[in-house]
């Protein structure tokens, strides 16, 4: 397993570069391609393989932490087992719980754990 | 009315930004809302045909399976205009602001309200224009079982809408 660091101080440009190479960002120039795609004419077919974990976690309001598994699951041709993921994170007592009673943590992994969902 | 509203706002809490990178296409988040929606409305036309016809003695003699077939037309065209909204505005308050106002004076001038034939001339003339108008004017000629010559241009209506909003829904989606 690889692991890149991408580190520079506030303001750099980290987080926008990354926007740009997931494509939810326009870059004023260059091109980008993940495992051969281009994020943006691509995006249906790179994002069946890719997970995103965001900086920001975001939800709909009275959603139930095992009802956002399912929900993120259901878009993908084929899911990982999200309660499998639950408990290696150990969410799995708070799958019943509404996400926005997590904790900070807690939220991050949960978010985490629906970035993992696309590896099998 | 809520259909904007919802989207709109999952666009505002970067909801719709953690869907762009997934393989979930535009056309599967407003089929979504607009099948939920379609439910409450027909579940609603059941109750106001059930209450109409047990207490008030309302009968449509048109066919039901024309009637049923213009309802969903008709709907799917508000419906159209509601996701066009949706699909462009920034956050819940600018999607309510413009969905009040393409929505309102056609709920008070297409005849949903205020009746169109007890409506002056210059107000009809007015009210023609609106999208609503021409469905109410297609489900009359549906419940009372009317020709087809009388409902053509309603139905050209429906349907441009259709097209030309949903089009504009998809086409011009914004994640963010």
Not at chain 1, 5 to 11: F, L, M, R, W
Not at chain 1, 99 to 113: A, M, Y
Not at chain 2, 10 to 22: E, G, N, S
């Given at each position: 397993?690889?692991?890149f ?30 495992l ?6 691509n ?14 976690a975001?939800y ?18 084929k899911?990982?087992?999200?309660e ?25 992994r ?11 | ?9 999952y ?11 997934t ?21 609603s036309?059941?109750?106001?045909y059930?209450v ?5 003695g ?44 393409l ?25 023609d ?48």
């Amino acid at each position: 397993m690889l692991t890149f660091n991408h580190q520079n101080a506030n303001g750099a440009g980290k987080t926008t570069t990354i926007e740009c190479i997931l494509g939810t960002r326009k870059a004023d120039a260059g091109s980008v391609s993940i495992l051969g795609l281009d994020p943006r004419k691509n995006r249906k077919e790179l994002f069946e393989q890719v997970g995103v974990q965001f900086q920001e976690a975001s939800y709909s309001d009275k959603i139930k932490v095992w009802e956002l598994c399912e929900e993120t699951a259901c878009l993908y041709r084929k899911a990982a087992n999200y309660e499998e993921l639950l408990r290696q994170f150990g969410l799995w007592e708070k799958r019943g719980a509404f996400v926005n009673e997590l904790s900070g943590g807690q939220k991050q992994r949960l978010f985490i754990v629906l970035a993992l969902l696309v590896v099998l | 009315m809520r259909l904007p509203l919802v989207i709109s706002d999952y666009r505002q809490k970067k909801i719709l930004k953690r869907y762009k990178v997934t393989p979930t296409s535009p056309v599967l988040l407003l089929a979504v809302q607009v099948s939920i929606y379609a439910i409450y409305s027909l579940l609603s036309l059941i109750l106001v045909y059930l209450v109409g016809s047990l207490f008030f003695g309302v009968r449509l003699p048109g066919s039901v399976g024309i009637f049923l077939a213009s309802y969903l037309l008709v709907m799917l065209s508000t419906f159209s205009i509601g996701m066009m909204v949706g699909g462009v505005a920034p956050n819940m308050k600018v999607a309510s602001i413009v969905a009040s106002v393409l929505y309102f004076p056609m709920l008070i001038f297409s005849g949903a309200t205020l009746p169109y034939e007890v409506m002056p001339t210059a107000l009809q003339r007015i009210a023609d224009i609106l999208p609503l108008t021409q469905g109410i004017k297609l489900l009359k000629a549906a419940s009372l079982g009317l020709s087809i010559d009388v409902a053509w241009l309603p139905l050209v209506v429906m349907v441009a809408l259709i097209i030309i909003c949903g089009g504009i829904a998809v086409k011009f989606f914004k994640w963010e």
